[in-house]
C-alpha cells in the first residue's frame, strides 16, 4: 500500500505541476494592475521558482515526517486545514452512502423479485433519470422547491449562525445529501437487481425454497448475500468517488468541506493543499478497495486471503 | 455612483429579507447582517490579501477610502493633503513634502492608541521587498516617514505622484506586527486567520468558520462616536456559486448578495429586496496585440485595426447581450471620473466603412468569404479566459460581427491560471478582458512602453509622454488636460477597444438603511458604520 501511494504522490505531483499557468494567477484575479517585482517575490517566497523535481523532493520529505506543507493562499498548515474540513466531508459522504445503500437495496430487492411490473419499469426509468440528470441541476431545482417556494430547508451552508440545535443542523443536511446519493441510489439498485436475479435462478435458492424457507429468507439470506458480492465491489470504489463527487455538492450547497476546498485551491495553483487533498483521496481509494476485500470474505466465507 | 434601484417593494411576504432572523424589530435581540458573500478570502490582512478586502475593511481602515461618487474621502486621516490646504509642498530640490493629519482619539481594538507611528510602519513594510503589496512600486517614492506628532505624518516624496490618495488603503498595528520580518508578517496566521487582527474599524473580529462564515461584531469603543455602528453583527456567508446566492437571496437567508446581471430581472420581482446596478471601476475591453508575427502582419496597421473595430457593435452588446444593464464604454477612465474625457472619440459600429477600410488596406475577400492579402488569410487566435461567461459571451459576438466583414476569429480558451500565464508571455493575438481602476486613474502602468501591464506589444512614445506627465501633477487643471489627451491619443490609436463599464447587480433587503453602493475596489461597504438594520 506505501509503494502504491509513494508512486502516486510522484504522478500527481507531476500532473499538477504541467497545469499551465501558476500560483501567481492569483495575483491578477480582481483585475487590478499589479508590479511585476510583486509576482516575482511572490513565486520566489513560494519556491515555485524552483525545478519541479527539486520541489517535489521537499514536499514528499516534509510529507513523510508529516508535514505536507504551508498552503500559498491562507499561509496556513495544509494538514491544519483538512483536519478541519474533512469532517464536514465525511459526514456528508456517509449520510449520502447510508441513504443510497438503503434504498439501493430496497429498490434493487424490490425490481428483481417483482421482476417487469410496474415497479420494476418505474425503478428502471428513476434509475436511467437518476444517472442522466446533472448534479448540479439537480441540486438547483431542489433548492428552489424545498428552500424558495416551500421554504422547508435551508438553501445553504451547515447550520444557522447562531443556532446550535441538531434539527437545525440534520436540516440543513437534507439537501446535499439527497443530491450527492441520487446517482449511486440509481447505479446500486441496477446492479443489485440484475446480481439477485442471477441468484434468484441458481440451484442453492431453488433448494432453498424445496426446504420450505420463506420467501423473505431466500431472498435476503440466501440469495441477497451473495447477489451483494459485486455489488459491494462497486460501492467500495464509489466511496472514493462519492468524494470527488462531493466538489460539485459542495460548491453548490457551501457545504465547508474538501470537496470546495479543493476547488479554491485549484484555481489558485495552490500546489501543497492540492497535493494534500489528492494524497488524502489517493489513500483512501486505496483503504476503501481494501475494505470491499474484506467485505467480500463476509459476505463470502469461501473466500480467504493468506 | 451609479446605483439604480430596479425594484424594492414591501416586505413581509413570500421571498422576503430575513425572516425574523435579523432581530430587526426586536429591540432586545442583536441586529445581525447576513451578507451573501461571493467567496472564501485568503487572509484577513488586507495589504497582503489577493481578493478584494470587503470583509477586511468593515474591521481595519485605512487613511481614505472611496464613495459612492468615486471620490476619495477621508478616514483615519483629517484631511487628504492638497496644495490648496498647504499640505503638499513642493521643495526646491524637487522632492515633495505630504503631511496627513490624523483623526485623534482613535483606538486599536485591542485598546492601544492608533498613531502616526502605525503609518509609517505601514509603509515599511509596504515598500520592502517581497511585501507582496500589488500596489508596492507606486510606495516607493517615499523615502521618508516622519512624525511630528502622534498624529501628524510628514512623507518625503522623490517626485510628485498624481495618484498618492488612493496608497494607504489599510493600516497595520506596529503594536502587533512590528518587529516582525516582512516574510513573517505575511505568514502570521494569528493576524491572517483573525485571532491576533485588530483594526480601528466599526467591527472587531469574532469567528471564522472554515468554509462557512466569518462573523464580526460591533466595535463598542469605535472612534467616531457610541452611537456608531448601528449593526450589532455581520456573518460574511461564503457562497460561491451564483444560483446558490440566487436561491438563498430569494429564500430570505441573507440581506445583502451580489448576483449576475442576467439574474436581475428574476430577482427584482422579489418582495423585500432592491435590486441595485453598480456601476464598477472596470471596463471590458478588447484587446489586440503585436507580440507574434502573424499579429503584427493582421495588427500592424492603424486602418485595419480601426477597421475591425467598426465592425463591432457595441451598443447591440450592452443593450441586447447584456440586457441593457450596462453603459457602452469609449475611454478606460469611467464616467464617474473626473477625468473622464467626454470628448474621447467614440468607435461607430459601421460595418460598411469597416469593409471598405479593409478593401482599401489590401485584405480582399477569398472564395471562403475570409479576407486575404499576399496569400495569408485574415484569422487570428482569441484567448478566452474560462468560467469568464460575459467575457467568452461578448467574445462570440465580436467573433461572428467580425465574421460579417470577412475576418475569422477563432478560440482558444483556458482555465483562469493558464489564462493568465500566457497572457504575461504576450504569446496571444487578441482577447477579451477587463481591468480594475482605482478611483484616481492613472492608466500608464497598463499602457506604457514596457508598462508592467501592458502585454500587448503596442509602443506609443507620444501616448507615454502625455501619461507620463499626467501622473507627475499634483495639479487637478493639469493633470486632468493630460488625462483628457492621453484618452483621444489611446483612442486614434486603435489597439484596443473598450466595450462596457462592468455592472455588478447587488441585491440589498429593504431592511439595510444607509447602503450606497460603490464600485471601486474599496466596494459598497465603505460606509459599513452608517449601515442601519430594521424595516
Known amino acids: 500500500m506505501i509503494p502504491l501511494v509513494f508512486g502516486i504522490t510522484i504522478v500527481l505531483f507531476a500532473v499538477i505541476q504541467a497545469a499551465p499557468g501558476g500560483p501567481e494567477g492569483a495575483l491578477l484575479e480582481t483585475g487590478r494592475f499589479i508590479d511585476p517585482e510583486v509576482i516575482e517575490a511572490y513565486r520566489e517566497r513560494l519556491g515555485v521558482d524552483q525545478p519541479v523535481p527539486i520541489q517535489y523532493v521537499r514536499w514528499i520529505g516534509g510529507a513523510m515526517r508529516g508535514d505536507l506543507g504551508i498552503s500559498f493562499s491562507t499561509t496556513r498548515p495544509v494538514s491544519e486545514m483538512i483536519i478541519e474540513r474533512l469532517p464536514a466531508t465525511l459526514e456528508l459522504m456517509g449520510a449520502s452512502f447510508l441513504l443510497a445503500a438503503l434504498l439501493a437495496f430496497a429498490l434493487g430487492t424490490l425490481s428483481a423479485v417483482k421482476q417487469y411490473s410496474w415497479f420494476d419499469h418505474l425503478g428502471t426509468g428513476f434509475s436511467f433519470v437518476g444517472i442522466a440528470m446533472p448534479v448540479f441541476w439537480f441540486a438547483l431545482i431542489l433548492q428552489l422547491v424545498f428552500g424558495v417556494w416551500l421554504q422547508w430547508l435551508p438553501v445553504a451552508g451547515t447550520q444557522t449562525v447562531g443556532a446550535t440545535s441538531v434539527t437545525d443542523h440534520v436540516l440543513h443536511l437534507v439537501l446535499p445529501t439527497v443530491v450527492l446519493s441520487l446517482r449511486y441510489v440509481a447505479g446500486w439498485s441496477r446492479y443489485l437487481r440484475s446480481s439477485l436475479l442471477v441468484a434468484l435462478r441458481t440451484d442453492y435458492v431453488r433448494t432453498a425454497r424445496a426446504k420450505g424457507l420463506s420467501e423473505v429468507a431466500v431472498v435476503c439470506v440466501h440469495a441477497a448475500r451473495n447477489a451483494l458480492i459485486p455489488v459491494v465491489s462497486v460501492m467500495a470504489l464509489n466511496l472514493a468517488g462519492l468524494f470527488s463527487g462531493a466538489v460539485i455538492t459542495e460548491t453548490i450547497f457551501a457545504w465547508p468541506g474538501i470537496g470546495r476546498m479543493f476547488v479554491q485551491a485549484m484555481f489558485a495553483r495552490d500546489y501543497p493543499l492540492l497535493m494534500g487533498i489528492l494524497l488524502l483521496g489517493s489513500v483512501m481509494v486505496v483503504f476503501f478497495n481494501l475494505v470491499a476485500d474484506i467485505a467480500y470474505g463476509i459476505l463470502d466465507p469461501r473466500i480467504r486471503y493468506e | ?535
Not at chain 2, 451573501?36 to 470587503?54: G, H, K, M, P
Not at chain 2, 516617514?145 to 495618484?163: A, Q
Not at chain 2, 513573517?184 to 469574532?206: H, K, M, Q, S
Not at chain 2, 466583414?405 to 504575461?424: D, I, K, M, N
Open chain 2, 1 to 535: 455612483m451609479l446605483a439604480i434601484a430596479v425594484g424594492a417593494c414591501s416586505s413581509g411576504s413570500e421571498g422576503g429579507a430575513p425572516r425574523g432572523r435579523s432581530g430587526a424589530d426586536d429591540p432586545d435581540r442583536p441586529k445581525i447582517l447576513r451578507v451573501a458573500y461571493t467567496r472564501e478570502i485568503d487572509v484577513l490582512n488586507a495589504l497582503t490579501s489577493q481578493n478584494l478586502v470587503d470583509i477586511q475593511f468593515s474591521m481595519v481602515e485605512g487613511l481614505v477610502t472611496t464613495n459612492e461618487n468615486n471620490d476619495y474621502i477621508p478616514v483615519l486621516a483629517k484631511q487628504i493633503p492638497t496644495e490648496d490646504n498647504e499640505l503638499i509642498v513642493v521643495n526646491d530640490d524637487g522632492t515633495v513634502t505630504m503631511t496627513w493629519p490624523l483623526q485623534e482619539g482613535v483606538r486599536w481594538h485591542d485598546g492601544e492608541a492608533f498613531t502616526a507611528e502605525d503609518v509609517c510602519f505601514t509603509w515599511r513594510f509596504v515598500s520592502s521587498a517581497g511585501s507582496q503589496v500589488y500596489n508596492r512600486n507606486q510606495y516607493l517614492g517615499i523615502v521618508a516617514c516622519e512624525t511630528p506628532d502622534e498624529h501628524t505624518v510628514e512623507f518625503t516624496w522623490t517626485s510628485v505622484l498624481g495618484y498618492y490618495a488612493g496608497l494607504f488603503e489599510a493600516i497595520l498595528p506596529e503594536h502587533v506586527l512590528g518587529g516582525m520580518s516582512t516574510e513573517e508578517i505575511i505568514t502570521y496566521v494569528p493576524y491572517n486567520r483573525g485571532d491576533a487582527l485588530v483594526g480601528t474599524g466599526a467591527f472587531r473580529f469574532a469567528e471564522w468558520r472554515s468554509g462557512e462564515y466569518i462573523r464580526v461584531v460591533r466595535n463598542d469603543d469605535y472612534w467616531r462616536g457610541p452611537e456608531y455602528p448601528a449593526i450589532d453583527e455581520i456573518v460574511w456567508s461564503f457562497i460561491p456559486d451564483s444560483n446558490t446566492r440566487l436561491n438563498s437571496l430569494k429564500a430570505g437567508q441573507h440581506h445583502f448578495g451580489q448576483i449576475e446581471p442576467t439574474q436581475v430581472e428574476e430577482m427584482a420581482a422579489v418582495d423585500g429586496y432592491g435590486v441595485h446596478l453598480v456601476s464598477q471601476n472596470s471596463f471590458m475591453h478588447f484587446d489586440l496585440s503585436l507580440n507574434t508575427a502573424h499579429a503584427r502582419l493582421l495588427f500592424g496597421e492603424r486602418d485595419v485595426r480601426q477597421a475591425l473595430f467598426h465592425a463591432i457593435d457595441r451598443p447591440a452588446i450592452a443593450d441586447l447581450l447584456m440586457q441593457g444593464t450596462v453603459t457602452v464604454a469609449d475611454s478606460p477612465l469611467h464616467p464617474s471620473s473626473p477625468y473622464h474625457n467626454e470628448a474621447a472619440p467614440s468607435v461607430a459600429f459601421d460595418p460598411e466603412l469597416a469593409n471598405r477600410m479593409l478593401d482599401e488596406a489590401g485584405w480582399r475577400r477569398g472564395s471562403d468569404g475570409i479576407r486575404v492579402l499576399d496569400g495569408e488569410r485574415f484569422t487570428f487566435k482569441m484567448l478566452n479566459r474560462a468560467g469568464t461567461a460575459d467575457r467568452i459571451a461578448v467574445a462570440q459576438v465580436i467573433q461572428a460581427q467580425l465574421k460579417d466583414v470577412g475576418v475569422e476569429a477563432t478560440f482558444e480558451t483556458l482555465e483562469s491560471a493558464a489564462w493568465t500565464q500566457r497572457w504575461r508571455s504576450g504569446e496571444w493575438e487578441a482577447l477579451v478582458s477587463a481591468w480594475f481602476l482605482p478611483a484616481d486613474p492613472a492608466i500608464t502602468g497598463l499602457y506604457a512602453c514596457g508598462g508592467p501591464n501592458n502585454m500587448t506589444g503596442f509602443c506609443d512614445r507620444e501616448l507615454d509622454e502625455l501619461m507620463v506627465r499626467s501622473d507627475g501633477f499634483l495639479d487637478f487643471d493639469r493633470r486632468k488636460q493630460a488625462l483628457d489627451e492621453a484618452q483621444v491619443s489611446l483612442a486614434a490609436s486603435a489597439r484596443s477597444l473598450p466595450i462596457y463599464y462592468n455592472v455588478v447587480p447587488e441585491v440589498v433587503s429593504t431592511e439595510v438603511g444607509n447602503y450606497r453602493g460603490s464600485g471601486t475596489n474599496f466596494g459598497s461597504f465603505w460606509n459599513l458604520w452608517q449601515w442601519t438594520l430594521g424595516s
